[in-house]
């Protein structure tokens, strides 16, 4: 089991930037994050192998940035040019099962974090 705990959520105009860190009890094959919206969707936003790899979901690509530090023990998500949409609570997650695709469905992941909410305004 990984421990993960994220922190750096906060309240932000539209345009404006974000940094999420997730802090970790130790890495695997798989890391990345979700997000909930209000309304209830889930989504994946961001993941990296450990390999660095990494992919994003469409709507995030060249406004978020994800990295690892692994002397840290940190996983950290840079958002820029926020927008309401954006608006979520963000959940960093694990996962070993290297035979599964890094992203891809939230119950192929055991481990979150307790998330941290993002609030973008118009």
């Known amino acids: 089991e990984v421990q993960l705990v994220e922190s750096g959520g906060g309240s932000v105009q539209a345009g404006g930037s974000l940094r999420l860190s997730c802090a970790y009890s130790?890495?695997?094959?798989?890391m990345g994050w979700f997000r909930q919206t209000p309304q209830g969707a889930r989504e994946g936003v961001a993941f990296m192998k450990n390999d660095g790899t990494t992919n994003y979901t469409d709507s995030v690509k060249g406004r978020f940035t994800i990295s690892k530090d692994n002397d840290k023990n940190t996983l950290s998500l840079q958002m820029y040019s926020l927008k309401p949409e954006d608006t979520a609570t963000y959940y960093c997650?694990?996962?070993?099962?290297?035979?599964?695709?890094?992203?891809?469905?939230?119950?192929?992941?055991?481990?979150w974090g307790q998330g941290t909410q993002v609030t973008v305004s118009s």
């Open positions: 130790h890495s695997t094959f798989c």
């Open positions: 997650v694990a996962k070993e099962k290297p035979w599964q695709p890094c992203g891809g469905s939230p119950y192929w992941y055991n481990d």
